[in-house]
């Protein structure tokens, strides 16, 4: 199969580009090597393949890929926190606009599989259960709760406090950062090109990827990182709210397994169809960073209580689908990722903006 993998250099694109290639595929890896995301130079593991540096929003160039191509895997993407409000015109032109390019130009070389990245952030707040009323919808948090430590989400009809559950693929889609937002958007498109052009979309909707390759240094970066750079800084790692958060840690080679098994199994007949890629062990955020702490040999977590305005409490994945789908289960336990990660190498600190 000849796959066309946007994205290639990055985190999971490259160990994605990797394993196609372990596997007898042939990769045609593309990256736009942002400078948010990447150094002054392409990552030392990139050279495994001939990358062409080159944006999705660039039609003539994708224009000259597509020929000949198989499938497309669309890891591409702008990602993470950001900085504050004024990113918004940048994640909707690198995640909406590239995507909405790139489905334009599968749709002329004639190209009708992908495998897009998607994220669990377009669920916003995961799913919970009231004592007193199954599951409902809960309460947007209060700034006056958060500041007393009241983190915990409470029930729109009885106010009292909900309990988690795993987060199945039907789950409302509440996206809370712009982020989210142009992630949700991607599905949109990809959603509206397969109904038009009968493609099939699987739509792997990552849960909180940690492992080799992650960005350092960076605000784009996401937690994993962001702790182990504080420990190698001989800082404790600072643990927002009361580090009670629940999230699916997923490691990056389990990602990549996942990408493969879209890749290469059937492709969806109804559209598309999301699918969460998770370990299905769900984890702390403090129990994360405690682990990563005892790993590393460095200081204790600080618990630091308050939350940035897009944070949600608890996101946990139901992992059925991509079993019953893809036959995909998750081989990296949590004690092992972890400890293998405090050494794992990660991308050299990004270039960032003046």
């Known amino acids: 199969m000849r796959v066309l993998v946007t994205g290639a250099a990055g985190f999971i ?9 372990d596997e007898g595929h042939e990769v045609v890896a593309l990256d736009a090597l942002l400078p948010q995301a990447h150094g002054a130079q392409p990552p030392e593991w990139a050279h495994r393949h001939e990358l062409i540096r080159g944006d999705v929003r660039d039609d003539d160039l994708l224009d000259r890929l597509l020929p000949g191509v198989d499938a497309v895997c669309h890891q591409a993407a702008m990602v993470g926190h950001g900085l504050d409000p004024s990113d918004a015109p940048a994640y ?47 309460s947007p948090r209060r700034a006056e709760d958060l500041a007393a430590g009241r983190y915990e989400p409470t029930c729109a009809r009885c106010g009292e406090p909900l309990g988690w559950a795993f987060v199945p693929e039907d789950a409302p889609l509440e996206p809370q ?23 099939g979309v699987w739509a792997l909707r990552y849960h909180n990827v940690y492992g080799p390759r992650m960005p350092r240094d960076t605000p784009y970066a996401g937690v994993a990182s962001i702790f182990r750079s504080a420990l190698a800084a001989g800082r404790p790692p600072r643990v927002l709210e009361d ?67 897009a944070d949600v409490r608890h996101v946990v994945a139901d992992p059925r689908r991509a079993t019953e789908l893809l036959g995909y289960t998750a081989r990296m336990g949590f004690a092992e990722g972890v400890a293998g990660f405090a050494t794992d190498p990660l991308r050299e600190p990004a270039a960032l903006p003046a």
């Open 92 to 138: 909707a032109g690198h995640n909406d606009l590239g995507t909405a390019v790139l489905l334009a130009a599968m749709y002329r070389a004639g190209v009708t599989r992908l495998v897009l990245a998607s994220s669990m952030v377009v669920y916003g707040e995961g799913r919970y259960v009231c004592a007193a009323h199954g599951t409902v919808r809960p």
């Open 177 to 199: 950062s712009t982020y989210a937002a142009s992630k949700l958007a991607q599905e949109h498109l990809a959603a509206a090109w397969a109904r038009q052009t009968g493609g």
């Open 13 to 21: 694109g490259s160990q994605v580009a990797d394993l196609l290639a």
């Open 243 to 309: 580090g009670r958060q629940h999230r699916d840690f997923v490691h990056v080679t389990d990602v990549a397994r996942a990408n493969l098994l879209a890749l290469t199994a059937p492709p969806p007949v109804v559209g598309l169809v999301p699918v969460n890629v998770c370990s299905g062990e769900p984890h702390t955020v403090g129990e994360l960073a405690r682990t990563l702490a005892d790993a590393m040999g460095g200081p204790s977590p600080l618990v630091v209580g308050g939350a940035r305005a």
